[in-house]
């Protein structure tokens, strides 16, 4: 299994680093993860055929928690920059499918 490591270098990413907070996996095994709305972000960002799954995945479990205010205002200008607006077409179209599942 792999592991995604982000430099901080974009303002988002100081951003996602200050809103992550820590996951007890096992005692005393601590990972600093970013929020539910930051891997919807950098995911979507990405848009491999694994990423999109993973979304997904998170959309099913997070369900309505999801704060899309966030997710959006903070996605689009990511996208604008890489040039991929259809990613968030691609992402929305993905949040009604799953809420209209649940």
Not at 39 to 63: C, H, M, N, Y
């Amino acid at each position: 299994m792999g592991i995604d490591v982000a430099l901080g270098g974009l303002p988002f990413e100081e951003r996602c680093v200050e809103r992550a907070s820590d996951w007890e996996i096992s005692p005393g095994i601590v990972l600093h993860t970013c929020s539910a709305e930051d891997l919807v972000i950098l995911k979507t960002f990405a848009g491999r055929p694994q990423d999109w799954i993973d979304v997904e995945s998170v959309l099913v479990r997070q369900g309505r928690a999801l704060n899309w205010r966030l997710i959006i205002g903070e996605l689009q200008p990511l996208l604008d920059l890489r040039e991929t607006p259809e990613n968030l077409e691609r992402l929305l179209q993905l949040r009604s499918k799953v809420e209209k599942g649940a």
